[in-house]
Structure formats: C-alpha cells, structure tokens
C-alpha cells in the first residue's frame, strides 16, 4: 500500500518538475525509476525516496534554454561520477557541517526562483529566464491577463491547485490520507475537460523515444567553463539536497538511522545511470520519502516498488498524462516552492540570531540575482566572517595606578579588532609611563603582534619614561606582596603562661583537666571557641592565610570559605601550625575536640569527623620545648611518637 501512496505521489512531480524544466515529460519519469528501481535497491537510506527534484528546476531549465537539452546527459552523468568519489572519500558528513543560515537561505534560494517561474506558468505563458528578469515582467505578466479569457481561465485552475495543497492536510481521514498533488490532478484534469474550457495540456510522448544515450563524443564539451560550472553545481546542490533530506528523514521514524556516505554513493549511481539515459538529475526528495513514511513504509519495498509502478505507467497508460493541464502542475510546483522559501524561517531565524539572520538573507538574495552556486559561496563566506569576528572577541580595558597606564587585553586579538587595537594604543600614546599587558590574551595573530611591537618601540624612540610590553608567554612584572614573616604574632598570655608551666627537661607534663570541648560544631558550620580555659597558641604559629579580623570579638577569625568562620568568644584562637597545610587547618568541620585532643597531625584518624587529615592524637609527655621532630624543628612532637600540638 505504501508504495501505491508514493507512486501517486511521485507521479505529479516527476511530471510537473520536467515540465519546469524544460524538457520532454517522459525524461521526468524516467528519473524517477531509476530513484525508485535502482536507487531504491542500493544502501544508504531505508525510507528516502528519489526521484528529480523540484530545487534543481531552474538550473536545469536555464541551462537546457543555453546549451540544448542533449547537453543534459553529460552533465548529470559526471555529476554522478564525482558523489560516487565523494562517497568513496568519507565526504557526506561534510554537508552537515554547512552553517543552518546558509542552508536555509539556499533552500530559501531555490523556492524563490521556482515560485517565480511557476507564476508565468500558472497563466499558460512562457516564462522570461532568470529570477531577476522574471520578477521584472510580473507588471506585463498582470496586464495580459486582464485582457485573455484564456489566462484568466488557466489563472482559475492554477489557484484551485494551490490551495487544494495548502488546505487538504486540514481534510479529516481516510480521505484526507490521498496525496494533495493527486486530488489537484484529479480534480483539475476533470474540469479541464469541460467544452468550452481551453487550456494548455502537458505533451506526452514516447518514453523509450524520449531516452538520449550519451556518447563519447559528448564529453568534448566538458572543456566549456559554463558546463564545468554546471556541473559543479549540480553535485553540490544534488549531494546536499539528498543529504539534508537524510537528516530531516532520520528525525521522523525510530528505524535504521541514514548511513550518509553510501547515501552519497548511491545518488550518485542515480545520477550516473541517468546522466547516461539522458534524464533530469534526480536528488532524494522529502515530499515523497515522508509519504513513505506516513503510508507505514517498514523496509525498502516501498521506495522500490513506486519506480516499477511509475514504469508500468509510463509505458503502458502515457496517453492519461495528456489529460493533465500544465497550470495544475504549475500550482502543485507553487506550493512546493513555497515550502522551501518558507518565509516564516526568516522571521525565527532573525528572532534567534540576527547575524546568522543576515547570513540567511545574504545567501538568498545573493542565488536570485546571480544564481545557485555563485549565491551559496556568497553566503558561507559572510557566514566565515560572521564566525572569525565572533570567535575573535577582544576586551580592552584602561587603568591608572599613580603615575602609570596601564592597558590591559583579554581575549582573541586577530586582524579584525586591529582599528580597535590602534585606537586604544592612540589614546594612551601621551602617557609616559605606560604597561600593555597582553600576556594572557588567548590568540595574537602577526598582524596585532606586529602592532604593538611597532608602537612600544616608536614610543620608546620619542622619549617615553617608561614603556612595558607583555606578550603572550611573558610573566607580568607585578611587585610581590611583602610575605608575612615565619614567626607568629607575639603570644597571647595564656600562651605565655602555658609556656611558663613547661616543665623542667625530663619531667612530664601535669596531667589535664578535664574542660569544655575547644570546638563545637553548629547547624550553621559556624565553629565558637567556648570556654574560658583556652589554649595558648604555638610559639611558632602564624596566622592563617585566610585569617580576617571579626569586629567585636577581640580575636582572629579562620575562615575556610566566605560562609564559614570560625569565631573566638573567650580568649584566644588556636593559631595553625607553620607545618599545617591550612587547607587541611580548615578542614575540619563537624567533630568536637577537646583537651588533649584540639587538633591532631596529619594521619591521625578522626573519629565520628569528616576530614580524616586532623584527628585525636596524643601528646608526648616528654616533649620539651626545643626537642626537635622530623620536619618541625621546634620542640613538637608528630608520629611516631603520636605527638599532638598542644595548643
């Protein structure tokens, strides 16, 4: 069933896209067997079906309006030839990396020219060639039909065309499932028949007279730069086309994704075998591949069996198609036209981003008043441009420190910020002393290097006082802050008289009261010092690094992170020892400590804690004061002696 869907569906197409084209109905047809019989056939895609396309129509039909339709057959035929090699090289997934403005745009490109053309036809007159000159006789083109009953007469079916293929899809089921191209040419056929009703009707004939081998005398004309071109162009947009179609396939069934280089490969056989045949050049087609789908397509039968049923028609019933008034085609080409120029993608994509906004529109514009390829280049080098000043995003930022500038750039410094590099050089140019710093710029291309390098010299060369230049890699010659000394802050009195308490050398220490734990937690991880019996603090403690006055309290506070600190109510803090990491100092959160337990070394297990770096150790009783340890020095005890700091 599914392929009777697409074949109804093809049908109308293969013929309307040959008659935009230029060329003989049958040539149409023939395209698309081949996309259905052989193509069909070969790997790639499961449910894309193939068949000449709508977005090559104009191409085709201003080259065969030049060279002659037997020029045709060359053409396509090398074009198949270079998507075979392109297949071959790994290449389809180049196509994918195509900016999405550029792409659109050029979809954009293509269904402008076809709605164009396509309204000269919808009044049965012949169109005048190009975009540009079509769009220039759309006043002539309304003048004569005002005046002709005919075109008036085809102009009236044309539009029933038109709108049955916007508005059927609104039509409920199971008679809105028939193809609205099939009801057009139904509908339109039957009342074209009516006496009286004169309108153009397409010319058929014979299929197998139609074909037009090409032979080797043919690819003379491959020197011509025109035919070169044309070719070019045709792989380009054939390869995209079915590829983009791959894409947009891939996203509307959960079956066997798209293999894109021998999707690539095999439209390229198409090609090849059409080319030869003297055929139009066929691309994978949305339309028809998402009937497929929607028919309840599960392998390749479907696409395959559409291409014998286009052959059993062609051969066997050509004379219905002599039935089929142009103006209808013209109307179902209109709508596919429209589809692709989709004016409401500019508006999102202008909403979305308006550089890639612009790009769309430049690569539009740029395919309707020059032509495809021309326009696509067009576009993807502003699409190029729009990236490199993106990407290179520079930060310029002036400060004064006393009687020194100081200019300082972040970011990507690339010939296309060089007029805004120059003018913040100029504005510092009358200072005498004066830092760039654009050592931590990210990318410096020659052109800036080179700029600054010129400058800094003309600047020393007409007497500046001072001229510094930093590159990238240069370390900034920033003065250090003066370091704090290795010795504490004088001991407070409870550390002066714990150290008056010390025993004499190889007396133990008095045993310890018992008091109140040194540290408690708090829900808010807010560590208090509680209890009057503090602990004196190391002879040779330091602050902590990250120490900071806390108002009111008479002490320092530790703090391991802008919301926790640790604050002393009663006496004094517990300074860290110099060869305490005070990472590991402030590690410690929800553990209580208390005497001789306050905090331990490094290795020592914590019990019901968190950090297992400070844990409950014991003090050596024989530790003196002045009795070195390994790494410390000054007279207190670590492992193995399981020497806590007191204090």
Same mark, same amino acid.
């Given at each position: ?53 709508? #977005?090559?129509?104009?191409?085709? =039909?201003? *080259? ?8 045709? /057959? ?25 900016? =999405? ?45 005002? &005046? ?8 009236? =079916? ?35 028949? *009516? ?9 058929? #004939? ?50 066997? %994704? ?13 090609? !090849?075998?059409?080319?030869?045949? /003297?055929?139009?050049?066929? !691309? ?28 059993? *028609?062609? =051969? $066997?019933?050509?004379?219905? $198609? ?49 032509? $495809? ?168 403690? +330091? ?8 108002? &009111? ?29 005070? %990472? ?37 009783? !024989?530790? %003196? ?7 410390? /020095? ?11 700091? +007191?204090?």
């Amino acid at each position: 069933m599914a392929s009777v869907v697409v074949f109804l569906v093809a049908l109308p197409l293969c013929i309307g896209v040959a008659a935009a084209s230029g060329v003989p109905v049958s040539l149409g047809i023939i395209s698309g067997i081949v996309g259905g019989l052989v193509v069909g056939f070969l790997p790639g895609s499961t449910f894309q079906v193939s068949g000449p396309a709508a #977005g090559l129509a104009v191409l085709v =039909l201003e *080259f065969t309006t030049e060279h002659g339709v037997g020029m045709l /057959g060359v053409v396509v035929l090398v074009s198949g030839i270079l998507q075979m090699i392109l297949g071959v090289l790994k290449m389809g997934r180049v196509f994918q990396s195509i900016s =999405l403005s550029v792409v659109q745009g050029m979809l954009a490109g293509i269904g402008l020219p076809l709605i164009l053309s396509q309204t000269y036809a919808l009044v049965d007159s012949k169109q005048l060639g190009t975009a540009t000159k079509n769009i220039a006789g759309l006043p002539d083109l309304a003048a004569e039909v005002v &005046g002709d009953t005919h075109k008036v007469a085809a102009l009236g =079916l044309g539009v029933m065309a038109v709108v049955i293929c916007f508005v059927w899809k609104k039509v409920p089921d199971p008679l809105g499932k028939v193809p609205a191209p099939l009801i057009a040419v139904m509908l339109g056929s039957a009342v074209a028949a *009516f006496p009286g009703l004169e309108v153009k009707k397409v010319e058929v #004939g014979n299929m197998l007279e139609a074909v037009d081998f090409v032979g080797p005398s043919d690819f003379s004309h491959l020197t011509s730069p025109a035919v070169l071109t044309m070719v070019i162009t045709f792989t380009v947009i054939a390869s995209a086309e079915s590829l983009f179609s791959a894409a947009a396939v891939d996203r509307m069934h959960t079956g066997p %994704r798209t293999k894109y280089n021998a999707e690539l490969f095999s439209q390229g056989v198409g090609n !090849t075998l059409c080319g030869f045949l /003297g055929a139009l050049p066929m !691309t994978a087609v949305i339309v028809r591949s998402a009937a497929n789908l929607q028919a309840g397509a599960k392998t390749k039968v479907s696409r395959i069996l559409h291409g014998a049923w286009l052959l059993g *028609f062609g =051969l $066997l019933l050509p004379g219905l $198609l002599g039935m089929i008034p142009v103006t209808i085609l013209a109307g179902v080409l209109l709508h596919a036209g429209w589809k692709l120029f989709n004016p409401p993608s500019f508006v999102k994509m202008w909403r979305t981003d308006r550089g890639e906004g612009l790009v769309m529109f430049i690569t539009t514009g740029a395919i309707v008043v020059t032509d $495809l390829l021309e326009g696509v280049i067009g576009g993807l080098a502003v699409a190029i441009v729009l990236i490199a000043l993106r990407m290179s995003h520079l930060t310029l930022r002036t400060t004064t420190e006393g009687d020194t500038t100081r200019l300082v750039l972040r970011g990507n410094a690339t010939f296309l910020r060089l007029i805004r590099l120059i003018r913040a050089l100029d504005s510092v140019a009358d200072k005498d002393r004066v830092v760039v710093d654009a050592h931590a710029v990210t990318h410096l291309d020659l052109a800036c290097k080179a700029q600054l390098e010129e400058w800094a010299e003309q600047r020393r060369k007409s007497g500046a006082e001072y001229v510094e230049l930093l590159l990238p890699g240069d370390e900034p010659n920033d003065q250090p802050a003066e370091e704090e000394p290795e010795v504490a802050d004088a001991p407070s009195p409870r550390a002066r008289d714990f150290a008056a308490e010390a025993p004499a050398a190889g007396q133990p220490w008095a045993p310890e009261q018992p008091s109140t734990p040194a540290y408690a937690a708090s829900p808010e991880t807010m560590h208090d010092y509680v209890g009057s019996g503090a602990y004196g603090a190391h002879p040779q403690a +330091r602050p902590h690094p990250y120490a900071q006055q806390y108002p &009111g309290m008479g002490g320092q506070v530790y703090t391991r992170a802008a919301h926790q600190q640790q604050a002393v109510q009663h006496g004094q803090v517990h300074l860290a020892h110099p060869a305490h990491s005070h %990472r590991r100092y402030a590690a410690q959160e929800a553990q209580a400590a208390v005497p001789p337990q306050e905090y331990g070394h490094p290795g020592a297990a914590t019990p019901g804690g968190p950090a297992p770096e400070y844990g409950p150790t014991s003090w050596d009783p !024989t530790a %003196r004061p002045g009795d070195p340890y390994p790494g410390d /020095g000054n007279g207190w005890t670590q492992p193995p002696y399981d020497g806590g700091h +007191r204090g």
